[in-house]
């Protein structure tokens, strides 16, 4: 079967550093995934991560550690803008869906 | 580019109706996937489409349909519907099955049972 769990909510402050962290559980691995998703919007792909690391993408980035089966989201110089739910996705081994963490949502606070 | 669009944007039927959701994806994106989103359960992988068949199926009942067209396009079907399945219905189109390939989601459809 397929676990993925996150935090529920979150809450920091303007200016601040944030890490969202998510583990998971599967039978397969070809990758992981974060997503943005403001309410009531279509998630939007943040990064991917395959082999273990940190991946760096402007004030966001991810790391992988595959053998502890564990990723985090790390958003730098929070924004109010930043407010949302953050969903972390694994896809599966020879096939192209996803499976999904049930989401952070992150309030940013001023 | 457009990205991917789902008609209608929100639906309200009741128990024991069916209904039909359409999904473009964005040109030259052949594989459409469909998720249902809820509260408690997050995004549920329903069923996977890519040039026309289906690849890949998730843990639905028969209720559940979809298929896709020769442009691409995608709709999906629910028969009988029950009180659960008031979600929002998200289709994620795309280019290719490669590992790292992100899926695109459309805003959704929000379907509420009566």
């Known amino acids: 079967g397929q676990n993925i769990d996150q935090p529920t909510e979150m809450t920091a402050t303007e200016g601040a550093i944030v890490q969202i962290n998510c583990t998971y559980q599967t039978s397969g691995f070809n990758g992981l995934f974060w997503y943005q998703q403001h309410a009531g919007e279509a998630p939007t792909f943040l990064s991917y991560n395959v082999l273990d690391g940190l991946e760096e993408k402007g004030r966001f980035s991810s790391f992988l550690s595959r053998s502890k089966g564990y990723s985090y989201l790390l958003l730098k110089e929070l924004q109010m803008k930043d407010s949302a739910s953050y969903l972390c996705a694994v896809r599966d081994p020879g096939a192209n869906n996803l499976f999904f963490g049930t989401g952070t949502r992150l309030t940013v606070i001023p | 580019k457009a990205g991917v669009t789902q008609t209608p944007r929100y639906l309200i039927k009741t128990r024991g109706q069916q209904v039909t959701l359409s999904c473009s994806p964005i040109?030259?994106?052949?594989?459409v996937s469909w998720y249902q989103q809820t509260p408690g359960q997050g995004l549920q992988f329903l069923f996977e489409?890519?040039?026309?068949?289906?690849?890949n199926k998730g843990n639905f009942p028969g209720r559940f349909s979809g298929r896709q067209f020769s442009n691409s396009r995608s709709e999906m079907n629910v028969s009988t519907l029950e009180l659960g399945d008031s979600a929002l219905y998200l289709c994620a189109s795309s280019a290719g099955t490669a590992a790292a390939e992100p899926q695109h989601f459309g805003d959704g459809t929000r379907l509420s049972i009566l």
């Open positions: 489409y890519f040039s026309e068949t289906q690849r």
């Open positions: 040109s030259g994106h052949r594989s």
